[in-house]
């Protein structure tokens, strides 16, 4: 049945799996570590697009095999192909994005998404109505099953790691390349045969024909390429963020040598640090331990050590914490009272009574509600509240208060 496709359709499809899978990855990506309005509806974002690529890819691939004069497509079990691709992503993402995933967890999310893609290819493959009966080789139907299974489990290890452009792209490649194996794989394993019996097919249902499809087909293809498109289309608040900071660090600059203020002290201003003097002789002032380099994080299969360079933000979670790296956050055995003592506090601060900030990485202030939010940098930028009495310090940080002698 493999034989006879039409190449740039196969390659179509292959390539609308690719896309697919980079936006639906790429808001996924962004799930963990932000608040609960935005998780809500990044994991619709990620299902939709995710499903519409897989389904898209699917019906290509159908319009894309040398069917029977004849054939059509019968409306309901199309649509529940994809309202069963839409609700398995939906699933296996959600059970993903909550906490810190276990490897048992992934992997039966995994199962659960790669069964839902097998069904999803099959129940459409059914909503074929022809001439013909269809027959099914029992061990495709298993190879692709695997397939599916592997392939979802590639994508969900795929954005639950810290990833950049680079790696997205090539989890995004493996991926799409992995259900379009799925689906021809299937598609090898199924046989047309003549109806037995039977000299006239009737038609049970409302059906469209393959031009309908390739209408719908085609709307969605375009519904991706746009989507694919705005995700590569980057933040203008981080632009305008960064061309804020160093406007201030210029001012900052500019009045130190106006001042005649040392240097070092000027590079200080210019960051917003405060110079907390040193009582006389040093008497009455415990020394402060040296800061930690690194913070414990916990995982599936043991503690791990981030710099805390790396560290954008520590979010307090009843004794623990959870440390966000700017892809994800995870959880650490310090509690917030305990972090803030060992980090740097020339590079962090805390901003609520929740929460602690890494300075360098804010990329945005701004007015909400009685207090402000900030948001800090990294491949899944997240925002961090900022409670009312804080909001004069983190201004005075981020060089944006121009203090007098």
């Given at each position: ?247 201030a660090a210029s001012v900052a600059e500019a009045d130190a040598l106006q001042a005649d203020i040392p240097a070092t002290e000027a590079a200080v201003a210019s960051a917003g640090m405060r110079l907390r003097p040193t009582p006389l002789g040093g008497l009455g002032q415990p020394p402060r331990a040296a800061p930690a380099p690194r913070l414990p994080v916990e995982s599936a299969d043991g503690t791990h050590f981030i710099d805390t360079a790396d560290v954008r933000s520590v979010r307090a979670d009843a004794h623990y914490t959870k440390v966000h790296d700017g892809t994800r956050e995870r959880m650490c055995p310090w509690s ?70």
């Amino acid at each position: 049945m493999f034989e006879g496709h039409d190449p740039y359709l196969v390659a179509l499809s292959v390539a609308i799996a690719i896309l697919g899978g980079y936006t639906g990855f790429g808001l996924a990506a962004r799930i963990r570590g932000t608040p609960d309005a935005s998780h809500r509806l990044l994991l619709a974002g990620a299902a939709g697009f995710l499903a519409v690529g897989i389904w898209t890819m699917h019906f290509v691939g159908m319009l894309a095999a040398p069917l029977p004069a004849g054939t059509v497509y019968l409306v309901l079990p199309t649509i529940v192909s994809f309202l069963i691709c839409a609700l398995v992503v939906g699933i296996s993402l959600f059970f993903v994005s909550i906490g810190e995933p276990s490897l048992l967890r992934v992997v039966c999310s995994a199962v659960l998404l790669g069964l839902g893609i097998a069904s999803m290819h099959y129940v459409g493959m059914h909503g074929l109505s022809g001439p013909f009966a269809m027959e099914h080789d029992v061990s495709m139907v298993a190879l692709s099953v695997v397939i599916a299974i592997a392939a979802a489990y590639g994508g969900l290890r795929a954005f639950l790691a810290r990833r950049g452009g680079v790696q997205l792209i090539l989890s995004a490649i493996a991926f799409g390349i992995a259900v379009s194996g799925m689906h021809y794989t299937a598609m090898m394993g199924m046989h047309l045969v003549p109806p037995a019996g039977e000299s006239h097919h009737h038609i049970d249902g409302l059906s469209a024909s393959p031009q309908i499809l390739s209408l719908v087909v085609a709307l969605l293809c375009f519904v991706i390429a746009a989507g694919f498109l705005l995700s590569l289309v980057p933040d203008p608040r981080r632009k305008a963020a960064a061309k804020s900071a160093a406007v201030a660090a210029s001012v900052a600059e500019a009045d130190a040598l106006q001042a005649d203020i040392p240097a070092t002290e000027a590079a200080v201003a210019s960051a917003g640090m405060r110079l907390r003097p040193t009582p006389l002789g040093g008497l009455g002032q415990p020394p402060r331990a040296a800061p930690a380099p690194r913070l414990p994080v916990e995982s599936a299969d043991g503690t791990h050590f981030i710099d805390t360079a790396d560290v954008r933000s520590v979010r307090a979670d009843a004794h623990y914490t959870k440390v966000h790296d700017g892809t994800r956050e995870r959880m650490c055995p310090w509690s917030i009272s305990e972090a803030e003592a060992q980090l740097d506090p020339s590079l962090f601060l805390r901003v609520h009574r929740s929460h602690i900030v890494a300075i360098p990485h804010v990329t945005l202030v701004r007015k909400e509600g009685d207090g402000a939010v900030i948001e800090l940098d990294g491949p899944s930028p997240h925002r961090v509240p900022v409670s009312r009495a804080k909001i004069a310090e983190v201004k005075a940080r981020l060089g944006l208060v121009r203090r007098h002698a």
